[in-house]
Nanobody, 128 residues
Framework: QVQLVESGGGLVRAGGSLRLSCAAS????????MGWFRQAPGKEREFVAT????????LYADSMKGRFTISRDNARNTVYLQMNSLKPEDTAVYYC?????????????????????WGQGTQVTVSS
């Protein structure tokens, strides 16, 4: 069992930055791939980024490449999402997720169905 708690969301102006954190409980955190998804009102949950257990490989949604960076600290049981050059369209609830089935990065890692555990989400609002 893994419990995930996101933090770091808030209100920021367009062009600004935020760093989201996701703290995980459980001694097997380092064995899980960790992902970030987001969901805007009236829209489906959208893949943002994922990182495998060793941090050796990452995957980003095309619209986030070059602006967002996912990282993890297995000693702290924490995964991060650094978001730069934020745009109003980045406004959403951001969710952290853990997957026990993703051992290497493939297109399948973008699917929410591959993730076993989810956090409660943190709101990010970008004003224009």
């Amino acid at each position: 069992q893994v419990q995930l708690v996101e933090s770091g969301g808030g209100l920021v102006r367009a062009g600004g930055s935020l760093r989201l954190s996701c703290a995980a409980s459980g001694r097997t955190f380092s064995s899980y791939a960790m992902g970030w998804f987001r969901q805007a009102p009236g829209k489906e949950r959208e893949f943002v980024a994922t990182i495998i257990w060793s941090a050796a490989s990452t995957l980003y949604a095309d619209s986030m490449k070059g602006r967002f960076t996912i990282s993890r600290d297995n000693a702290r049981n924490t995964v991060y999402l650094q978001m730069n050059s934020l745009k109003p369209e980045d406004t959403a609830v951001y969710y952290c997720a853990a997957s026990s089935s993703i051992s290497q990065i493939t297109i399948a890692a973008k699917s929410p169905d591959r993730y076993n555990y989810w956090g409660q989400g943190t709101q990010v609002t970008v004003s224009s």
